[in-house]
């Protein structure tokens, strides 16, 4: 299927679904919240039957965090790798499924590395986002590939309010000399036009982030090498998006966010990775008639990472990615909607690996189907990707949802997904296999949610099957080669809650999970780094012009190795922080990090900061 983006009108995808996780925060100016990615438009969170976390910039600067990856850890069933402090290689596993199993969207657009298959969400500028959606399960019947685990998005900031221009500002010091800056302006209104720039640099001395590397000899054998010297990390960066609200109800936006910068590390071959990330897009939507609403959106990413030795450069890495969505969503009714759309990308690698292919494209044709009768909900969604390298891929899902009465649904969902071979599964020299197929899933997921008196509750349990898993495995004389010949399955259950108390909103979540490997002689064990138990909670209290909150994370023990020898132990983690406001709009905060000084790795060998403080002063009127 070789078909034009603008030629063919397709189908469009609802999720695969399961049942609303919620956000405790307020919507912004008491409006209704509204969730764009689990169902590729916008939909409340009555009409969304997926599972979604919803991260808004308020809640960001209200519990102070420092990067994406610390705003995504409190996320039910989400648990990180990672190789250091800020700027160190970060990987996210979304109920328990690989790193590569999530696909991550900025502004609609699929960023990343297509030769690594992963996203390096660390290099990602906290202080250019301005909303996070995490939609957790399958989700390939509207996305496509990568979406076995969820869908992360992540939009820039943008303009809001009606107050005309409106500029801030903000300055933050802290422990290993860590300095972060960013300034911005923006206007927004109901209609009309809007736009917001927003520019910001972090930089830190870091931590030594590994006590020793092993180093190889010229006699084959090895050795450790100990360096004890801070890795630092710097990274410059800047957003602009603007767009216009026209008064017959088309809506055109255009934007850019770039980061650049570089991390130091440990190592024989490279100790510094400089890197740019850029996303670009813009979008267009238009009413047909009263009940249709076309939307076209064209994007491009690039990942470029530079490695060197001692500031001598040592190879290249870089991914460019194109893409085009034609989407029409279509209101049948009072009690349906249809969406339907077609999807183009195409993948383009460069550097100094001679790949054998440098690049492919992929279209995706996909369709949903909501209906409502009485206190029954039905999705039905279905997706047709056709790859250049591994030809035609069918994805979809069923889901069903009942109101038992105001608050209270439960929720049943089946959904298959898929992750295609990256470009160095496929044809890294001297060890890439062409003849890979996808990875596959299958999900199943039962889920209850309900409302409190002052808050609400959900309940999921799910089941994961993974099958085609792609391991490398030593195919003789030394050779290695990715293969699929492996299995795993995942069983997990998630527990919700958001709940005022007194004068305090509190929320927490647990996750009981049992990722294993289904297949070969480790069948049974634990899927590398990925815990058993994950707790999160987080407590918030406004006291005239203080607040002051606290959060809890902790995680079961996690191994290093297929063979679960190699533990890493569980530990949990304790922050404080506290916010005065000088005046209405002149604010400094402070954060007190890791209180109780828990020694704790996310990834063997690599080291995380002990009790850390940061001071923050902001500028933002009213």
Do not use: C
């Not at 030629?7 to 995808?13: D, I, M, Y």
């Not at 695969?16 to 939909?43: D, L, M, Y």
């Not at 940061?614 to 500028?619: C, D, K, Q, R, S």
């Amino acid at each position: 299927m070789k078909t034009s983006i603008l030629a063919v009108l397709g189908s469009v995808s609802l999720s695969v679904v399961s049942f609303p996780s919620f956000v405790w925060a307020e919507p912004a100016n008491n409006e209704i919240e509204i969730i764009i990615t689990a169902g590729r438009k916008a939909q409340t969170a009555d009409e969304n039957l997926a599972p979604v976390t919803i991260i808004t910039r308020q809640e960001i600067e209200q519990t102070q965090a420092s990067s994406i990856a610390e705003v995504l850890e409190q996320t039910p069933g989400l648990s990180l790798t990672s190789s250091g402090y800020m700027g160190k290689q970060t990987s996210v596993h979304l109920r328990g499924t690989n790193d590569n199993h999530v696909l991550v969207l900025i502004d609609g657009v699929k960023v990343g590395s297509a030769t690594l298959g992963t996203t390096p969400l660390e290099l990602f500028p906290l202080a250019q986002v301005e909303r996070i959606e995490i939609v957790r399960g399958p989700r390939s019947s509207l996305y496509g590939s990568e979406a076995i685990g969820g869908v992360i998005q992540i939009f820039t900031r943008k303009g809001s309010g009606s107050k005309g221009i409106q500029p801030q500002a903000s300055a933050s010091y802290g422990s290993f000399n860590t300095a972060k800056a960013s300034a911005g302006i923006g206007s927004g209104s109901g209609e009309g036009a809007w736009f917001n720039l927003n520019v910001a640099t972090e930089r830190t001395d870091g931590i030594n982030a590994q006590d020793f590397y092993t180093t190889y000899l010229p006699d084959f054998s090895t050795a450790k090498v100990y360096e004890s010297d801070k890795d630092g990390y710097k990274n410059n960066n800047f957003s602009l998006r603007a767009g216009n609200r026209f008064e017959n109800g088309m809506r055109a936006e255009a934007g850019v966010m770039q980061a650049q910068g570089e991390s130091d590390f440990d190592g024989q071959y490279q100790n510094e990775n400089r890197f740019k990330q850029q996303v670009t897009h813009g979008k267009f939507s238009a009413p047909i008639g009263s009940s249709t609403t076309v939307t076209t959106q064209l994007g491009h990413s690039l990942d470029k990472q530079d490695s060197y030795k001692d500031s001598v450069f040592q190879e290249r890495f870089q991914t460019k990615r194109s893409s085009a969505t034609l989407q029409a969503d279509m209101q049948l009714g009072a009690a349906g909607n249809v969406t339907t759309g077609l999807d183009q990308i195409k993948d383009t690698v460069s550097g100094t690996t001679d790949y054998a292919v440098t690049s492919r494209k992929n279209t995706g044709l996909f369709a949903s189907y909501q209906l409502t009768v009485g206190d029954n909900k039905f999705d039905i969604s279905a997706r047709q990707d056709d790859n250049e390298q591994f030809g035609k891929k069918v994805t979809g899902g069923i889901a069903l949802a009942h109101e038992f009465s105001e608050g209270l649904r439960a929720t049943a969902s089946y959904g298959t997904a898929f992750k295609a071979p990256t470009f160095n599964d496929l044809y890294y020299p001297f060890s890439g296999n062409a003849d890979l197929k996808p990875e596959n899933s299958k999900n199943l997921e039962l889920g209850i949610t309900g409302r409190l008196a002052r808050g609400e509750w959900a309940i999921a349990a799910f089941q994961n099957k993974i099958d085609d898993l792609i391991q490398w495995r030593d195919t003789g004389a030394g050779i290695w080669k990715p293969m699929n010949v492996a299995a795993a399955k995942i069983n997990g259950l998630e527990l919700s809650a958001a709940q005022r108390l007194g004068d305090w909103q509190v929320s927490g979540n647990a996750t009981f999970q049992q990722p294993e490997v289904a297949s070969g002689e480790q069948a049974g064990d634990l899927l590398i780094n990925r815990p058993k138990q994950i707790f999160n909670l987080d407590a918030e209290r406004q006291l005239g012009r203080i607040s002051v909150g606290a959060a809890i994370h902790a995680e079961g023990r996690r191994y290093n190795d297929t063979a679960n020898l190699e533990a890493l132990a569980g530990f949990g983690t304790l922050d404080l922080r506290a916010k005065y406001a000088l005046n209405r709009d002149l604010a400094v905060s402070a954060k007190l990090a890791n209180v109780l000084d828990k020694d704790y790795e996310l990834r063997k060998g690599y080291n995380q900061p002990g009790v850390n403080g940061m001071l923050t002063l902001e500028y933002q009127p009213k």
